[in-house]
Protein backbone atom coordinates (compact mmCIF):
# COMPACT_ATOMS: atom_id res chain seq x y z
CA UNK A 1 0.00 0.00 0.00
CA UNK A 2 2.71 2.52 1.01
CA UNK A 3 4.66 1.78 -2.44
CA UNK A 4 1.29 2.51 -4.01
CA UNK A 5 0.95 5.50 -2.28
CA UNK A 6 4.56 6.82 -2.91
CA UNK A 7 4.36 6.45 -6.81
CA UNK A 8 0.73 8.82 -6.86
CA UNK A 9 2.76 11.23 -4.39
CA UNK A 10 5.63 11.60 -6.71
CA UNK A 11 3.64 12.16 -9.93
CA UNK A 12 1.61 14.69 -8.02
CA UNK A 13 4.35 16.31 -6.79
CA UNK A 14 5.73 16.95 -10.29
CA UNK A 15 2.37 17.91 -11.47
CA UNK A 16 1.44 20.66 -9.22
CA UNK A 17 5.46 22.16 -8.76
CA UNK A 18 4.91 22.12 -12.77
CA UNK A 19 1.94 23.79 -12.66
CA UNK A 20 1.60 26.21 -9.72
CA UNK A 21 5.65 27.46 -9.57
CA UNK A 22 6.71 29.97 -11.64
CA UNK A 23 10.01 28.59 -13.93
CA UNK A 24 12.27 29.94 -11.76
CA UNK A 25 11.37 27.93 -8.81
CA UNK A 26 10.61 25.00 -11.03
CA UNK A 27 13.11 22.25 -9.83
CA UNK A 28 15.48 21.32 -12.96
CA UNK A 29 15.01 18.63 -16.00
CA UNK A 30 17.05 15.89 -13.95
CA UNK A 31 15.02 16.31 -10.52
CA UNK A 32 11.74 16.07 -11.86
CA UNK A 33 12.88 13.03 -14.67
CA UNK A 34 13.95 11.28 -11.46
CA UNK A 35 11.00 11.69 -9.76
CA UNK A 36 8.89 9.99 -12.36
CA UNK A 37 11.73 6.99 -12.07
CA UNK A 38 11.22 6.63 -8.51
CA UNK A 39 7.23 6.78 -8.78
CA UNK A 40 7.60 3.79 -11.62
CA UNK A 41 10.34 2.26 -8.94
CA UNK A 42 7.31 2.12 -6.52
CA UNK A 43 5.03 1.39 -8.99
CA UNK A 44 6.71 -1.59 -10.39
CA UNK A 45 7.03 -3.40 -6.80
CA UNK A 46 3.21 -2.83 -6.14
CA UNK A 47 2.36 -4.37 -9.45
CA UNK A 48 4.68 -7.33 -8.26
CA UNK A 49 2.99 -7.59 -4.62
CA UNK A 50 -0.53 -7.38 -6.50
CA UNK A 51 0.70 -10.05 -9.19
CA UNK A 52 2.06 -12.33 -5.90
CA UNK A 53 -0.51 -11.82 -3.57
CA UNK A 54 -3.82 -11.23 -5.05
CA UNK A 55 -3.97 -12.72 -8.88
CA UNK A 56 -0.92 -15.65 -7.91
CA UNK A 57 1.44 -15.71 -10.26
CA UNK A 58 5.13 -15.82 -9.44
CA UNK A 59 7.74 -13.60 -11.17
CA UNK A 60 11.08 -16.83 -10.36
CA UNK A 61 13.03 -15.61 -12.77
CA UNK A 62 15.49 -12.61 -11.95
CA UNK A 63 15.65 -11.65 -15.88
CA UNK A 64 12.01 -11.20 -16.40
CA UNK A 65 11.95 -9.44 -12.81
CA UNK A 66 14.69 -7.20 -14.18
CA UNK A 67 13.37 -6.67 -17.72
CA UNK A 68 9.60 -5.37 -16.07
CA UNK A 69 11.37 -3.21 -13.50
CA UNK A 70 13.67 -1.68 -16.48
CA UNK A 71 10.58 -1.08 -18.63
CA UNK A 72 8.39 0.31 -15.75
CA UNK A 73 11.87 2.50 -15.14
CA UNK A 74 12.38 3.85 -18.50
CA UNK A 75 8.71 4.45 -19.04
CA UNK A 76 8.02 6.45 -16.35
CA UNK A 77 11.23 8.49 -17.48
CA UNK A 78 9.97 9.22 -20.47
CA UNK A 79 6.79 9.89 -19.37
CA UNK A 80 8.68 12.73 -16.97
CA UNK A 81 10.45 14.26 -19.71
CA UNK A 82 7.18 14.15 -22.23
CA UNK A 83 5.07 15.66 -19.55
CA UNK A 84 7.80 18.36 -18.51
CA UNK A 85 6.83 21.27 -20.57
CA UNK A 86 3.04 20.50 -21.29
CA UNK A 87 1.73 23.35 -18.72
CA UNK A 88 4.13 26.74 -19.79
CA UNK A 89 2.85 29.28 -17.75
CA UNK A 90 -0.77 27.98 -16.73
CA UNK A 91 -0.19 28.57 -12.67
CA UNK A 92 -0.68 31.10 -10.13
CA UNK A 93 1.11 34.04 -10.81
CA UNK A 94 3.43 35.88 -8.32
CA UNK A 95 2.59 39.36 -7.87
Sequence with gaps: MAGFMMSIYG???SIVNRKFLPP???APLWRDISLWVFSGFFAFFT???ILDRV???KINDPALGAGLG????VVFGLVGFATRGSAPGSGARVA
Design 55 to 57: LGV
Design 47 to 49: VVT
Design 11 to 13: IHT
Design 24 to 26: ELQ
Design 70 to 73: ALFL
